[in-house]
């Protein structure tokens, strides 16, 4: 089973040559959409990648702040892959005891519904930032989970308008209990840089 892994399989480099993940380069960035067409492979490298991440978040000194972010992590969450679901959530009940936290991007609310390691990492999650949402899939939302949010907040969450319209990002701040509505102004330069809109 180990051999499409060795130097003789399809992917000798990939498993064999030294990794390039330095274990003490304070920001490290993991892009893997090269891997989204070869499943079996994604799979792999994602254990690999997994174990790497656990031993930097609970193997080193706790007293060195620790931060894990996944975006589009729909993908991750979705039940697809049981390995990458349970890390996750892992990392949401247990990294704060190591100075950690683990921050997760996705589009929807709805994302954080799709499998029952998605509802554990919205549920122990204590700061939560909601951005503009897609108005069908927020009314849909909305009317399956009707106590998720007060009317007024339900109404204010859905006046939120695109920022290169607006000229500043909105969004919803939620500290536990504690809800406020923000704005992010940003200089032009800059927020040409943040858009996804090229």
């Not at 039940?79 to 890390?87: I, M």
């Not at 554990?120 to 009707?146: E, V």
């Amino acid at each position: 089973l180990l051999t499409r892994y060795s130097t003789s399989g399809p992917y000798p480099n990939i498993f064999n040559d030294y990794s390039a993940i330095a274990p003490d380069a304070s920001f490290i960035v993991l892009e893997l959409g090269e891997l989204e067409n070869k499943p079996d492979l994604m799979k792999a490298v994602l254990f690999a990648l997994i174990l790497n991440i656990e031993e930097q978040m609970y193997q080193s000194p706790r007293n060195q702040p620790k931060m894990v972010v996944i975006d589009e992590a729909w993908r991750l969450l979705s039940g697809d892959n049981q390995a990458a679901a349970r890390f996750i959530e892992k990392g949401y009940r247990t990294a704060r005891r190591h100075y950690g936290s683990f921050v997760t991007i996705t589009q929807s609310i709805e994302d954080f519904q799709k499998s029952d390691e998605a509802k554990a990492c919205w549920n122990c999650s204590d700061i939560k930032i909601i951005m503009l949402q897609n108005s069908k899939a927020f009314d849909d939302f909305m009317l399956n989970h009707k106590d998720y949010f007060d009317p007024y907040v339900t109404s204010l969450i859905k006046q939120f308008k695109e920022a290169r319209n607006n000229g500043f990002s909105e969004f919803m701040l939620q500290t536990g209990r504690i809800q406020s509505f923000c704005r992010l102004f940003v200089d032009p330069f800059s927020r040409v840089m943040f858009s996804s809109a090229g």
